[in-house]
T-cell receptor, first 111, second 111 residues
Framework: DTAVSQTPKYLVTQMGNDKSIKCEQNLGHDTMYWYKQDSKKFLKIMFSYNNKELIINETVPNRFSPKSPDKAHLNLHINSLELGDSAVYFC??????????FGSGTRLTVV | DAKTTQPPSMDCAEGRAANLPCNHSTISGNEYVYWYRQIHSQGPQYIIHGLKNNETNEMASLIITEDRKSSTLILPHATLRDTAVYYCIAALYNQGGKLIFGQGTELSVKP
């Protein structure tokens, strides 16, 4: 069973479109995250939710809107996609700030 | 969070021990040292963490110097599958779960 699963794995879309990436974890963790890894391979935190409550928002453009319907799910919706949004997006979860478990990533390409 | 410094790349022969160093000279007394790795195109994977004492698990050993200003991750018998980028991170155990990834060390295990 996959602990942290993201869908889709690949996403190719045109500039200006709106898209969503879904994340689900079956580990019973309280905290979930979205990280972005750009072409230079830097991993940067975007958002963190604890029990459906937003606790970290790292000055991400407001075109990015996370939504957590319950503590097992954290989705990422992106409006008006731009070329610079092309990256790999990783979802992760943790419990009590112990080891993070990451998903396998969603490779977003904006053309 | 304390800044960490790692060599950008290292090579290791298959079957030999891989010793990955990390400097964290400004680490505070309650910051832990975490190690993660990212195998190409996959999500980062937790390896080990520690505060003061040396730690060992099924994946690796973590040696932290007595003054806590540096640490070494040891992969006792490196295999080709250990080729990855290894990240050393200093972070509080309870800070809202925020881990900041640096550039890491790209370890190449060669036959």
């Amino acid at each position: 069973d996959t602990a942290v699963s993201q869908t889709p794995k690949y996403l190719v879309t045109q500039m200006g479109n709106d898209k969503s990436i879904k994340c689900e974890q079956n580990l019973g963790h309280d905290t979930m995250y979205w990280y972005k890894q750009d072409s230079k391979k830097f991993l940067k935190i975007m958002f963190s939710y604890n029990n459906k409550e937003l606790i970290i928002n790292e000055t991400v453009p407001n075109r990015f809107s996370p939504k957590s319907p319950d503590k097992a799910h954290l989705n990422l919706h992106i409006n008006s996609l731009e070329l610079g949004d092309s990256a790999v997006y990783f979802c992760a979860s943790s419990q009590e700030n112990r080891a993070y478990t990451f998903g396998s990533g969603t490779r977003l390409t904006v053309v | 969070d304390a800044k960490t410094t790692q060599p950008p790349s290292m090579d290791c022969a298959e079957g030999r021990a891989a010793n990955l160093p990390c400097n964290h000279s400004t680490i505070s007394g309650n910051e832990y040292v975490y190690w993660y790795r990212q195998i190409h195109s996959q999500g980062p994977q937790y390896i080990i963490h520690g505060l003061k004492n040396n730690e060992t698990n099924e994946m690796a050993s973590l040696i932290i110097t007595e003054d806590r200003k540096s640490s070494t991750l040891i992969l006792p018998h490196a295999t080709l599958r250990d080729t990855a980028v290894y990240y050393c991170i200093a972070a509080l155990y309870n800070q809202g779960g925020k881990l900041i990834f640096g550039q890491g060390t790209e370890l190449s295990v060669k036959p």
